[in-house]
């Protein structure tokens, strides 16, 4: 997706020459999102339903190159090598390699019937065991896990969220408005095992049962782990680039090397770029919300446009990077709305409606505002757009 | 002219595109998304940008 939209912002910006994609999943570009709602419950539904349309823009002087992993990048050749071997040579390198989920945190012992969700296959082979009757155990109570347990309990799977955290979604939009999403999970039959991890799986050749922590033994036929992602980016160690979580950029999406210098034709974008937010502070951090892919994509085209006509980029990188982050969620009939970075806070105070219906909540590091988060109210929540400008940019 | 077609079986009235193309698209006193289904030529990259950042994917803009 970010890949999709910095082509696109570079096609926007002028820039007319050829572009090649190079993919490791088998598939065109295509919205997570419905992953673990709307395709995980629609039997049939496939790439068609959520594949991102192509602009004519990009209908000529596109290359796919897809099923292909990139391997490995020489800055100093510009060329980056995939799987099955061959160059691809640049003049300026889009990294939007993305994310992957955790892996099991204990031993998986090659058994079957665990599951993870990211991509397309694994939304469809999930999908195959969500059965009716099922139990279903998800490990982790961010929002994939808790999307995928509003979609199992929906379709009629017995369901048991185990969670390190003492409430869903806590990091994300904090204990109030976590306790009624667990509120909510629990009214439709999803029970929650808080303060827990697995100590162990029963099984044999598919796991039958998981043991946790506290010695609590569940009957288990999938096994679904959401305990949050790792970026790719292994394929960059001997880049030269700073990977040290997520590839490090400047306020142009240029990476960074290791020796702090930035690279003009290499840029980073979506889920695996990190860069400091002026909106809120000077700390580089990678941000996994879903407008970010947009929003760096579409800063990133500009630059790349600039930097392959020739221009000077400095005045465009020194400008800044700003977006406002969001997200939104849907879980049985509340649909959360949020801008801002709510998990910088240190304090949240619901200012309008009632959780257990709709209602508004803001959150605060020290005195500064630096999210708002609802459930359903979106016009009150769409107003705080505006209020996450700091004076220094205005 | 550029046509719009949002599906409204898809739409969650999250209202994202507002901001980016309100001339368009608004939220009314119900927080119900309403939309012109026209717009000038001039106006693509808005509309472009409004059904980019739709979190349900569900605005079609094509140049009539």
Known sequence: MAGLRTAEGARRAGYTGPITFLGAEAHAPYNRPPLSKELLQTEGQGHADVAFPIRSALEEGVTWVLGRAAVSLDTARTVVVDDAGDEHPYSALVIATGLRPKPLPIDDHGLGGIHVLRTLDDAVALREVLRPGANVVILGSGFVGCEIAATAAKNGATVSVVTQSRVPLLRAVGPLLGAEIRRRHEEHGVRFFTGESLFGLVGDPAVERVILTSGVMLECDVLVVAVGSDPNIEWLADSGLDVSDGVLVDGGLRAVGVDGRVNPDVFAVGDVARYPNPLFDDVARRVEHWNLPTETGKRAGQLIAAHLAGEDCEPLAAAGFAPLPSFWSDQYDAHLLAFGMTYLADRSELVAGSPDDECVVEFYRGDDLVGVCGIGMRSAVQAYRTRFATPALQ | ?64
């Open chain 2, 1 to 64: 002219m550029i046509k719009i077609d949002v599906d409204m079986d898809k739409c969650q009235h999250y209202g994202q595109c507002v901001f980016e193309a309100p001339e368009v698209f608004q939220l009314n006193a119900d927080d119900k998304l309403e939309y012109q289904a026209e717009a000038p030529d001039e106006m693509l990259a808005d509309l472009e940008a409004a059904a980019d950042v739709c979190p349900m994917q569900a605005i079609l803009i094509t140049k009539a």
